[in-house]
């Protein structure tokens, strides 16, 4: 286990379908966070976790966002009828202090 | 929301030159960290630089740091192809009990070092 894994790589989806991602995170980090990033834009914050406990989310964070971390180890991101709008990499991260280590991401494209 | 702003938005230059990027925030941090990621990849950490440092050396790297002006640079020397990427500052808000050590990330410079 040497880095942080994300699955799938890349998804593309029909407007309206729901998503879920997977985030595996270096098993001695305690906080895991996703991210959402558009092409040419940084990364923006969406919700991080501190073991198994959700303690913040953005008010990017839709209804139709939701994310576990069941456990305190991998988490999941669904977003329930996706929007083209939805479409973007996700990246997830975890960290213990301030070292932090980010996924791959996923790519998420809504048709 | 993003932390501020970076500049230049796109820098282009020769192998062997020198790279400067400049980075702003807004809020009060507990340190202030730069990545790179090449295109369509996740972020690698480069270095990370506490509110209470002024200057941090990394191989290649140089990172300034100046809270006053609430602004960060990151210095490349002796720039190869290889470094062609997109560079971001991300901070970590001084308030840890609010922000959770979350980063905040810039808009990044897109870095373009030509062989």
């Known amino acids: 286990d040497t880095g942080v894994s994300q699955d799938p790589r890349h998804k593309i989806t029909k407007r309206g379908q729901n998503v879920t991602f997977r985030c595996d995170p270096i098993s001695e980090h305690n906080r895991l966070y996703w991210y959402r990033q558009t092409l040419g834009q940084g990364p923006e914050f969406l919700t991080y976790?501190?073991?198994?406990?959700?303690?913040?989310k953005s008010r990017l964070l839709s209804d139709r966002f939701s994310a576990e971390r069941p456990k305190g180890s991998f988490s999941t991101l669904e977003i329930q009828r996706t929007e083209q709008g939805d479409s973007a990499m996700y990246l997830c991260a975890s960290s213990f202090g301030y070292g932090y280590t980010f996924g791959s991401g996923t790519r998420l494209t809504v048709v | 929301s993003q932390q501020g702003e970076e500049d230049p938005q796109a820098l282009s230059i020769q192998e062997g030159e020198n790279a400067t990027m400049n980075c702003s925030y807004k809020t009060s941090i507990n340190n202030l960290q730069w990545y790179r990621q090449n295109s369509g990849r996740g972020l690698v950490h480069l270095i990370l630089i506490r509110s209470n440092e002024r200057e941090k050396h990394s191989g290649r790297l140089r990172v300034t740091l100046d809270t006053s002006k609430k602004s960060s640079s990151l210095l490349i020397t002796a720039s190869r192809a290889a470094d062609t990427a997109s560079y971001f500052c991300a901070t970590v808000a001084s308030l840890m009990e609010t922000s959770g050590s979350r980063l905040t990330f810039g808009e990044g410079t897109q870095l373009t070092v030509n062989p």
């Open positions: 976790f501190q073991n198994e406990a959700q303690l913040e």
